[in-house]
């Protein structure tokens, strides 16, 4: 009696955790939620993949209900008003639940499929839970699909269910409970089964379940309320400020455009002044209708909407107003208290947009990148955090479909790297003019709806490139290299030159223009035709190591090894200002750092500015 006391006390004071469904296509996301709601909007939609998002309200005595069937349930205090989970399909709602580079989504569910293990979208949500440092569990769902299985009734949970299989099925459910532990730990996590899980802070709960069956279903729910009161209770204090954050933009019939907003704190009412960004800048409008789904029922459930005065955190909501046709999803929406004071308005247009210049300073300065596109900000923002992590340079960015103008824009690398004539794009529709100018243009289009898909795309096309650009240079490039002859074997003195030398520093390399100073000119004794080492024939010999080198000069000037030059020359590579450029831009990676400081060196002796 005295902690439901202090539940209800302290229920004012927090709101509801939201909470994000992440993980691999197919792996019962949809189905999880359903089995939750007990509703069935996954069939109706086509092939059932989920292609919408929405967010859905569990009153908490529908939560309690459910995880106080566990022990470890019947000690929490259900002191949060509900549990707010957000469906996801494709990252987008996770990516788009952001507030300046921070998550607005407070726990995440990764569903992994029990027989598949980690798969590539799994990934990808981990990599993206890890760069909002967003905790989470993790379902390891489909438990029923293991051979021989006893499906238990009524949403078992699922140690008791476990305890009902035969051994044979409870070895190969440890089996695989073990082996996604050991590919999880491989990319740096440590998991237990939550059971087993001592320390959540440093140890990541993995809980099985069946979404056919329900079994799991009151230990997930437990799960999701004990993690807010261990990790997150102060992140769930009720605050006045209102933090809201736009999902996404849909256009509905008798509504015109509106937003679906989460809102994560404060409150919202009708009639309210907004500032949300737009394609072309900050859009302010009116609130003219606050929306939500009835309860346990999805907004994309077809069916009435309930309008309300004003809305307290945390709920999904969404907001009728003129003039959003232009805003975009995945930034934050603020509210104007008095629109006459310029001041103020200034102010909110600045907070509004600076989610987008933070974006804007990703773009590289020199104008040399390439171009990405993604269907909201939020997608565009993880696109790019994934390429910089990656070192791949942006040249410029955009929202929504891949236009005729997106592609002449990134045409215009095609002169100055080719390689980055190219655009990224994620999550959005190519139009056909746009296709048709990129292929007669050869601007490279790569589209995919995963993010790391396309980053591989793009990847093997740079090494493409990179191969070809190297085969055309092959000749004129010049690695550094100083090298000693060895007079004791000097194996022939002239057309051609073949001498043992030790590599005294750098590398070298079938093609080298080679050079002895020659008092204070630099004499040119012919190019390395070929290198020769214990008997094998090979392109490069580096720094320390001693071969035979044969040496071929092209005039008919005949260099003599003994009259024009002997052992006491050093044999030296002829640098030149344009050989350096290549090997930069084309053979960085073969040269290491002593190999640059030779190229330094070299640069000074041969006055190359
Ligand atoms: P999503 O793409 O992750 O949203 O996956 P869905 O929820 O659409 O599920 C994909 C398929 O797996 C559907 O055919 C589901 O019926 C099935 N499925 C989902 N969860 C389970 C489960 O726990 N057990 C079994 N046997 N099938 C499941």
């Known amino acids: 009696a005295r902690e439901s006391a202090l539940a209800a006390r302290t229920r004012d004071h927090l709101r509801s955790p939201i909470i994000c469904i992440l993980g691999h296509v197919d792996t ?27 967010a859905t309200y569990f009153p908490i005595e529908a939560v309690k209900k459910e995880a106080t069937k566990i022990e470890e349930g019947k000690k929490l205090l259900y002191n949060v008003p509900s549990l707010l989970i957000i469906d996801t399909p494709g990252h987008e709602s996770f990516t788009n639940l952001r507030s300046r580079g921070s998550s607005l989504c407070d726990i995440a569910i990764l569903v992994v499929d029990i027989m598949h293990g980690l798969e590539p979208q799994t990934r990808e949500s981990i990599d993206l839970l890890k760069m909002r440092k967003t905790p989470f569990i993790v379902a390891l769902n ?58 959540v802070r440093k140890t990541v709960s993995l809980v099985p379940t069946s979404a056919i069956t329900g079994e799991g279903m009151p230990d997930l729910l437990m799960l999701l309320m004990a993690l807010p009161q261990r990790l997150l209770t102060e992140r769930l204090m009720f605050t006045d400020v209102l933090e809201a954050t736009v999902l996404e933009v849909k256009v509905i019939e008798g509504l015109g455009t509106t937003i679906d907003i989460v809102l994560t704190g404060g409150t ?3 009639g309210d002044t907004i500032m949300v960004v737009g394609l072309d800048g900050p859009i302010v409008t009116t609130i003219r209708a606050l929306l939500t789904p009835h309860p346990m029922k999805e907004m994309r459930v077809k069916g009435q909407y309930l309008h309300h005065k004003q809305i307290k955190a945390a709920q999904g909501i969404k907001i009728s107003a003129d003039g959003l046709e232009k805003a975009v999803a995945g930034t934050q929406l603020m509210v104007v208290e ?42 565009l923002e993880a696109l790019l955090e994934y390429l910089r992590s990656e070192k791949i340079p942006v040249a410029g960015i955009n929202i929504g479909p891949v236009h005729k103008r997106d592609v002449t824009k990134a045409s215009t690398m095609l002169e100055r790297r080719k390689e980055y004539a190219t ?6 529709p190519v139009e056909k003019e746009a296709r048709e100018l990129a292929e007669s243009e050869g601007v490279q289009i790569f ?34 290299v100083i090298a000693k002859i060895l007079p004791q ?12 030398v030790d590599v005294l520093e750098g590398i ?30 090979v392109v490069i010999a580096k720094k320390g190591e001693s071969v035979a080198v044969k040496i071929q000069h092209k005039s008919t000037e005949h260099i003599m090894y003994g009259r024009h030059f002997d052992f006491n020359n050093q044999l030296v590579s002829k640098m030149s200002r344009s050989a350096i450029d290549l090997l930069k831009e084309s053979f960085k990676e073969d040269l290491e750092t002593e190999d640059w400081r030779l190229v330094v060196k070299l640069k000074t002796m041969f006055n190359i500015m």
């Not at 995963?450 to 096309?461: E, G, K, V």
Request: charged residues 30%; aromatic residues 8%; proline residues 3%.
């Open 268 to 270: 919202i009412h009708e």
């Open 489 to 500: 074997h000097v194996y022939n003195k002239k057309d051609p030159i073949v001498v043992g």
């Open 142 to 199: 489909k438990i029923d699909r293991m051979y021989d299985w006893k499906a238990q009734p009524h949403n078992c949970p699922t140690r008791a269910s476990l305890e009902k299989q035969p051994s044979h099925v409870r070895e190969e459910f440890f089996r695989r409970v073990k082996e996604t532990k050991l590919q999880l730990a491989e990319i740096g996590f440590n998991t237990e089964l939550y059971w087993e899980n001592k320390d």
């Open 28 to 54: 019962g996301k949809t189905k999880i939620l359903d089995r939750i709601r007990r509703t069935n909007v996954q069939d109706a939609e086509a092939g059932g993949i989920t292609q919408q998002i929405g």
């Open 508 to 537: 070298l390399r079938v093609g080298t223009p080679l050079v002895v100073r020659h008092g204070s000119e630099w004499l040119d004794i012919g190019r390395v035709a070929s290198i020769e080492a214990n008997k094998k024939q």
């Open 338 to 379: 008095d629109a006459n004071d310029e001041e103020e308005m200034e102010y909110v247009r600045e907070e509004v947009m600076k989610d987008f210049q933070t974006i804007l300073t990703s773009v590289d300065r020199s104008g040399l990148g390439v171009y990405v596109q993604a269907s909201t900000l939020g997608s």
């Open 447 to 480: 589209t995919a709806d995963i993010i790391y898909h396309l980053f591989d795309q793009f990847t093997a096309y740079m090494e493409r490139v990179k191969k070809q650009r190297r085969e055309a240079v092959n000749d004129e490039v010049v690695f550094p």
């Open 423 to 428: 655009i990224l794009a994620f999550d959005v």
